[in-house]
């Protein structure tokens, strides 16, 4: 795969509800963008494959907030019931030819389009790997991350909020880190004081 983040596809998880955060935490705004949209946006900036925004249930506030943009927004049916949902759908929402995706968390306000590139370039089907996923400045693992076409089966037995962590576990030790700058791979926003200690910091 000589350049994988031509045609890349890319997932945005983004049907969580937010319920630490007390408020939709993706439609907080980011440079006066939610954080949904920005997700979404430098998603569809490193690759021409499609980009599958994964979101709960019409009608919801994140529709309008990803309109205009050039993604597959897939609503979530089951969304209430976790990551796992979402992953189920989105999984096997990809195209038949896919030969990985990518996984992009919605809440990681730090991560930028050169991580995604960098995660991205670093797939190489020939090798053993089967997992290429970002990691912090000082090698612990995040997001974003590619899953080889051979793994894709197994999203569809994940269930409640576990994420791809079960699919992860299973494929150690072939598993790729590219460490991003700082902790852009792993911080998140889930709560008033995370928002707000981000903000104090990137202001």
């Known amino acids: 795969m000589s350049d994988p983040a031509i045609d890349l596809p890319i997932i945005v998880l983004a049907a969580g509800q937010s319920r630490r955060m007390g408020r939709d935490k993706l439609l907080l705004e980011i440079n006066g963008v939610p954080l949904v949209r920005r997700q979404a946006k430098i998603a569809r900036s490193v690759t021409q494959g499609p980009v599958i925004v994964a979101v709960p249930p019409f009608p919801h506030a994140r529709y309008a907030a990803l309109e205009g943009l050039d993604v597959t927004?897939?609503?979530v049916k089951d969304a209430a019931e976790g990551m796992g949902a979402s992953l189920r759908a989105a999984f096997a929402a990809l195209p038949p030819d896919a030969v990985a995706a990518m996984v992009l968390l919605s809440d990681l306000p730090d991560l930028q389009e050169e991580d995604l590139r960098s995660v991205a370039q670093a797939v190489d089907l020939n090798s053993d790997i089967l997992i290429w996923r970002g990691a912090t400045q000082d090698g612990k693992p995040g997001h974003p991350a590619v899953f080889a076409a051979s793994l894709f089966p197994k999203f569809q037995g994940i269930l409640g909020d576990n994420g791809g962590e079960k699919?992860?576990?299973e494929a150690m030790p072939?598993?790729?880190l590219i460490p991003?700058?700082?902790?852009?791979?792993?911080r998140d926003l889930d709560t008033p004081e995370d928002w707000a200690a981000w903000q104090s910091?990137?202001?």
């Open 201 to 203: 910091q990137s202001s």
């Open 167 to 169: 699919v992860a576990a």
């Open 174 to 176: 072939h598993i790729k």
């Open 73 to 75: 927004v897939l609503p």
């Open 180 to 186: 991003l700058p700082g902790n852009r791979a792993r």
